[in-house]
């Protein structure tokens, strides 16, 4: 009987910005995965002198880098009781995504990030900087994009591992690139951007080249580095009405929603460079300069679903799930319990 490679991935406990971290255990063929642990004072999880925490396997895909029978193991972290731990933002997401799981939530997560090369980004020169931006989005050649070797190998690892990737683009600032994840359910999408950016930290190794989620990595006029959150549920891809609810609930938790998207997000949303301040909450049709977008497409269908545009790289996607789900389908069920009850033959 064989044994295949299980690598261990899990979120660990960095502020501001939580990182990924990875070990491997091998696992026979016929053997459950086991829950594993580590040392949580070497990751911001635990004191020295209480510092185990726990593994639990969560999500198994197949290992695209290592190939054969291998996986990767996307873990929750627990703590010695087998609680979730604090930083472990995942086991609040499913409990909420069960609560609303009656709304069928959809997201599709846009993943801009940069490659860099040393200090600068992949393929700038040594001094000063390259030509102004206008080229370079969804560019061809090698004048316009840089580091497209690493980008594809990337996109097809992430089909390999069989995760819901939507698709690849070069952004509008050189050397930065964005994939898509989803449309998937809330958990998933949440899950499959881990392991999607795990993929691309692993990958980018390879190069000698490093992908970094900070939301303004060339300050000046470059544009920073967005998740760009689609979302949906059933009653937004049957009803505008529901389209503009979603805005509108949005639009009452702004402040908070802000304080939860990312690390260093008023450096990114200045209202430039295709984003709305920070300090202000607008949407709008087709509006790059709102904080929500909703598509073209969707206002001509009357029904679909929105961009939130606000979200930094850096977002946790665990919390920018949960608070979209909190935020929208609570109001959802806020406005329909608020409704008076059906009319009776006696009213
Ligand atoms: P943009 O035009 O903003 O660059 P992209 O094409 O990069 O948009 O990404 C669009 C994302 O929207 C995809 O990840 C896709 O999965 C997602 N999406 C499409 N339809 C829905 C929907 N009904 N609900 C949620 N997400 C959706
Ligand atoms: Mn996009
Ligand atoms: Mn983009
Ligand atoms: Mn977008």
Redesign the pocket.
């Known amino acids: 009987m064989g044994s295949y490679i299980a690598e261990y991935i899990w979120v660990d406990g960095t502020i501001p910005t939580e990182k990924l971290r990875s070990k491997s255990k091998i696992v026979k063929d016929d053997e459950e995965l086991p829950l594993w642990g580590f040392d949580g004072s070497s990751t911001n999880q635990a004191t020295a002198d209480k510092s185990d925490c726990v593994l639990k396997p969560v999500f198994v895909c197949p290992d695209p880098i290592r190939g054969g029978n291998n996986k990767l193991v996307l873990c929750e972290v627990l703590l010695a009781d087998l609680s979730p731990h604090p930083t472990n933002h995942r086991a609040e997401l499913v409990e909420v995504a069960e609560l609303y799981a009656s709304h069928e939530?959809?997201?599709?997560?846009?993943q801009e990030y940069t490659l860099f090369d040393g200090a600068k980004p992949l393929g700038w020169p040594d001094n000063g900087f390259p030509a102004p931006q206008g080229g370079y989005f969804c560019g061809v050649g090698a004048d316009e994009v840089f580091g497209r070797p690493i980008v594809d190998r990337h996109m097809q690892a992430c089909l390999d591992a069989e995760l819901?990737i939507?698709?690849i683009?070069a952004e509008v600032m050189p050397a930065q690139w964005?994939f898509?994840?989803?449309?998937?359910s809330p958990v998933e999408a949440a899950d499959h951007l881990w392991v999607a950016r795990w993929l691309l930290y692993r990958l980018t190794e390879d190069y000698g080249v490093n992908a970094t989620l900070y939301p303004k990595p060339v300050k000046g006029d470059w544009n920073g580095a967005g998740a760009?959150t689609?979302?949906?549920t059933k009653e937004?891809?049957e009803s505008f009405d529901y389209v503009i609810k979603a805005c509108e609930a949005l639009s009452e938790r702004h402040e908070l929603h802000i304080a939860n998207y990312g690390d260093a997000i008023e450096e990114r949303l200045t209202g430039r460079h295709e984003t709305c301040s920070y300090k202000e909450f607008r949407y709008g049709v087709s509006d790059?300069g709102a904080s929500v977008?909703i598509?073209w497409q969707v206002a001509r269908n009357q029904k679909?679903?929105?961009?939130d545009?606000r979200p930094n790289a850096n977002v946790d996607p665990y919390v920018v799930t949960r608070l979209m789900l909190e935020t929208v389908c609570g109001a959802f069920e806020r406005r329909s319990s608020a409704q008076p009850a059906h009319a009776t033959a006696n009213d």
């Open positions: 939530a959809l997201f599709g997560i846009e819901g939507f698709g683009n964005e898509q994840i989803g449309t998937l760009h689609n979302f949906s937004m891809r790059r977008r598509p679909g679903y929105i961009e545009r």
